[in-house]
């Protein structure tokens, strides 16, 4: 079993940038795909972006690609999520995910974390 703790969220404004990180513990994290969410208030979650196990590939929700970046470091059990441009219609709380599948669909991830906070000001 993988447990998920997000870190790095907080309060900035429009056109920061922001480095989100997901720690894992469990000796099976490279073995898992790794997601990011986000759900605003009052709205449904979304996906934002994924990495394969080995992090060869990545792939990202319409509204943040070209402006996120996720990868991963499995020597410290590690995925970050860098959000640079960020704008106001990113706050929400940002969680991430593991599956066990390669390249899961979102309804494929078995382990969630408590999620981080993130506002941007305009």
């Known amino acids: 079993q993988v447990q998920l703790v997000e870190s790095g969220g907080g309060l900035v404004q429009a056109g920061d940038s922001l480095r989100l990180s997901c720690a894992a513990s469990?000796?099976?994290?490279?073995?898992?795909?790794v997601g990011w969410f986000r759900q605003a208030p009052g709205k449904e979650r979304e996906f934002v972006a994924a990495v394969t196990p080995s992090g060869s590939f990545t792939w990202y929700g319409r509204s943040v690609e070209g402006r996120f970046t996720i990868s991963r470091d499995n020597a410290k059990n590690t995925v970050y999520l860098q959000m640079n441009s960020l704008k106001p219609e990113d706050t929400a709380v940002y969680y991430c995910?593991?599956?066990?599948?390669?390249?899961?669909?979102?309804?494929?991830?078995?382990?969630w974390g408590q999620g981080t906070q993130v506002t941007v000001s305009s």
């Open positions: 469990g000796r099976t994290f490279s073995r898992h795909a």
């Open positions: 995910a593991g599956s066990t599948a390669n390249l899961p669909n979102p309804d494929q991830y078995a382990y």
